[in-house]
């Protein structure tokens, strides 16, 4: 079932407008279709009975298609998102630097490396996973830590 250019409704449509997603048959066409700005088309209406559009029983969830067993669970990412130390961390322009930077990176473990080296990235990195994978057994206090690590130094 093959639908008509919607500029000259004479040829079958090839191609479709990127922002309007109108179709349009050929170059002669699509230049006519510009000669005017076009717009996206609008939203789907929402369901008018939920605020947000969202009706009972119905959740907006992103679907993870090939997720692994170092996939992080959506409840454990959300915590994220509400911690306030996080937050305060993301204010600093340098931090939202090295983000960036190991995001952009084209060998990211490298990059991580890399950022790992700065106090800021480690003490962010360090409450992310302490929300995300909380141990079961930390240590009361530091100097236990330090001593723990001097041990297996040796």
Do not use: W
């Not at 191609?15 to 939203?43: G, M």
């Not at 992080?72 to 930077?101: D, F």
């Not at 909380?134 to 297996?152: I, M, S």
């Amino acid at each position: 079932m093959s639908r008509l250019c919607e500029i000259c409704a004479v040829s079958e449509h090839k191609y479709r407008c990127k922002t309007c997603r109108l179709l349009y048959c050929s170059v002669v066409c699509y230049k006519k279709h510009q000669e005017q700005p076009c717009e996206p088309p609008p939203p789907p209406p929402e369901d008018a009975s939920k605020p947000g559009g969202v009706s009972e029983g119905q959740q907006q969830k992103k679907i993870i298609l090939f997720s692994t067993v170092d996939t992080v669970p959506a409840e454990k990412l959300e915590l994220l998102g509400q911690s306030e130390h996080l937050k305060n961390l993301l204010y600093n322009p340098h931090l939202r630097r090295l983000l960036t930077e190991v995001d952009n990176a084209r060998d990211g473990m490298n990059a991580v490396k890399v950022a790992m080296m700065e106090p800021l990235f480690v003490e962010f990195a360090d409450e992310c996973l302490r929300l995300v994978e909380p141990a079961e057994d930390e240590p009361e206090r530091l100097d236990d830590l330090v001593f723990t690590n001097l041990q297996h130094r040796r």
